[in-house]
Nanobody, 122 residues
Framework: QVRLQESGPGLVKPSQTLSLTCAVSGGSITAKYFYWTWIRQSPEKGLEWIGYVEYGGRVYYSPSLKSRTSISRDTSKNQFSLQLTTVTPEDTAVYFC??????????????WGQGTLVNVSS
């Protein structure tokens, strides 16, 4: 059974960069055909899809966040990471990492981390 665990600072100051890592156990992030995804949730915006790095290393980002987002992976550590630059209080949310797989032309998510709250505040 695959398990995902987010880690990173819980408090980030405005204009700084938010950095989170998702450690994966019980399955390889290079295994076909999985999409290792970041999603966030806030009361104001609900669930918001951020982007993914897929099994082959390609990345795809939400158009609305693309200019500030970078997702990378470290296959030696079996983990993937999120960086979100120039944050504002609107980026305050619970951030989740998850595993997606193709289903009927889209992605469905079968495994989730527990989520980590990131508060953007001075």
């Amino acid at each position: 059974q695959v398990r995902l665990q987010e880690s990173g600072p819980g408090l980030v100051k405005p204009s700084q960069t938010l950095s989170l890592t998702c450690a994966v156990s019980g399955g390889s992030i290079t295994a076909k055909y999985f999409y290792w995804t970041w999603i966030r949730q806030s009361p104001e915006k609900g669930l918001e899809w951020i982007g993914y790095v897929e099994y082959g290393g390609r990345v795809y980002y939400s158009p609305s966040l693309k200019s500030r987002t970078s997702i990378s992976r470290d296959t030696s550590k079996n983990q993937f990471s999120l960086q979100l630059t120039t944050v504002t209080p609107e980026d305050t949310a619970v951030y989740f990492c998850s595993r997606g797989l193709s289903d009927l032309g889209g992605l469905r998510y079968d495994s989730w981390g527990q989520g980590t709250l990131v508060n953007v505040s001075s």
